[in-house]
């Protein structure tokens, strides 16, 4: 066990030098085991660059968060959600069977509990890596990012939506992104989804419905993206911020309503 502990120290230690050689102050260094064979070396630090930083109002966006999309942001630009925990369920399913089967205190049971211990780690670090890339993306490419105020708490008491929510790590992902970007702010919005991001008609529409068509001023493009929209808006006028409206070409899909309805149809079973 000492043995481990050496070695992971030795890439501890590298970090630290780094750290110090650009001029940072460590203030604490904690150490820290998770699972069975993770470990990980907290370092606080004093950062040496200025905490002010010019912000450019034109690298703005609006994000909106979703089931089947992990995101899809003012841009156009979407990421389809990986959903982790559903891969996984199968193999964590059979290694929990395996375990009730087990006697409890024999070695076989040990094993059974690692096996189970070592996917739930697996499955926790996949999506914390999908995460911390996501937001570095973000943070890298904005200086202020808009995320929808999401009532994440009333959303789960919907059972059938709760873990893929939980599993989104949706909250995590706000979080990040908050320590990481210049500038995030969450924006009180409803009807994102319903409001036309164009011309401010309401065009109501259930979960189902994933294209937004304007009978008003004939914008047609993906729900998400004008929630996105209105998102990045909503968040500007906020901030009290000269509106640099960005005019969005309308996307026609070549999907028929038929089309949709058997999308709605998949997301009721997904
Ligand atoms: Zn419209």
Same mark, same amino acid.
């Given at each position: 066990?000492?043995?481990?502990?050496?070695?992971?120290?030795?890439?501890?230690?590298?970090?630290?030098?780094?750290?110090?050689?650009?001029?940072?102050?460590?203030?604490?260094?904690?150490?820290?085991?998770?699972?069975?064979?993770?470990?990980?070396?907290?370092? @606080? @630090?004093?950062?040496?660059?200025?905490?002010?930083?010019?912000?450019?109002?034109?690298?703005?966006?609006?994000?909106?968060?979703?089931?089947?999309?992990?995101?899809?942001?003012?841009?156009?630009?979407?990421?389809?959600?990986?959903?982790?925990?559903?891969? +996984? /369920?199968?193999?964590?399913?059979?290694?929990?069977?395996?375990?009730?089967?087990?006697?409890?205190?024999?070695?076989?049971?040990?094993?059974?509990?690692?096996?189970?211990?070592?996917?739930?780690?697996?499955?926790?670090?996949?999506?914390?890596?999908?995460?911390?890339?996501?937001?570095?993306?973000?943070?890298?490419?904005?200086?202020?990012?808009?995320?929808?105020?999401?009532?994440?708490?009333? +959303?789960?008491?919907?059972?059938?939506?709760?873990?893929?929510? /939980?599993?989104?790590?949706?909250?995590?992902?706000?979080?990040?992104?908050?320590?990481?970007?210049?500038?995030? +702010?969450?924006?009180?919005?409803?009807?994102?989804?319903?409001?036309?991001?164009? @011309?401010?008609?309401?065009?109501?529409?259930?979960?189902?419905?994933?294209?937004?068509? @304007?009978?008003?001023?004939?914008?047609?493009?993906?729900?998400?993206?004008?929630?996105?929209?209105?998102?990045?808006?909503?968040?500007?006028?906020? /901030?009290?911020?000269? +509106?640099?409206?960005?005019?969005?070409?309308?996307?026609?899909?070549?999907?028929?309503?038929?089309?949709?309805?058997?999308?709605?149809?998949?997301?009721?079973?997904?």
């Amino acid at each position: 066990m000492l043995q481990m502990v050496g070695k992971k120290i030795s890439s501890a230690n590298k970090a630290l030098k780094a750290l110090r050689k650009n001029g940072h102050k460590i203030k604490q260094v904690t150490v820290k085991r998770e699972g069975k064979h993770r470990w990980y070396a907290i370092i @606080c @630090c004093e950062l040496t660059e200025p905490i002010f930083k010019f912000m450019d109002v034109s690298k703005s966006v609006g994000i909106d968060v979703g089931i089947t999309k992990f995101v899809h942001d003012s841009d156009n630009h979407e990421v389809e959600n990986p959903l982790f925990l559903k891969q +996984m /369920l199968n193999p964590l399913r059979r290694a929990s069977r395996h375990l009730s089967r087990r006697q409890k205190g024999s070695a076989n049971y040990e094993k059974a509990k690692s096996r189970l211990q070592v996917l739930h780690e697996r499955i926790r670090n996949q999506r914390l890596d999908f995460l911390h890339k996501q937001s570095t993306i973000y943070s890298k490419r904005y200086d202020l990012i808009f995320l929808e105020k999401l009532r994440v708490l009333n +959303m789960t008491k919907n059972h059938r939506l709760a873990r893929a929510i /939980l599993d989104s790590g949706w909250v995590t992902f706000g979080s990040m992104l908050k320590y990481k970007a210049k500038k995030v +702010m969450e924006v009180y919005s409803p009807n994102t989804s319903i409001d036309c991001s164009h @011309c401010g008609h309401k065009v109501q529409k259930s979960l189902a419905v994933r294209i937004h068509r @304007c009978d008003n001023c004939g914008l047609v493009l993906d729900r998400d993206y004008n929630a996105a929209l209105n998102i990045l808006q909503r968040g500007i006028k906020a /901030l009290k911020l000269p +509106m640099e409206r960005r005019e969005v070409t309308p996307v026609e899909f070549e999907r028929t309503r038929k089309q949709e309805s058997i999308e709605a149809h998949d997301f009721s079973h997904g």
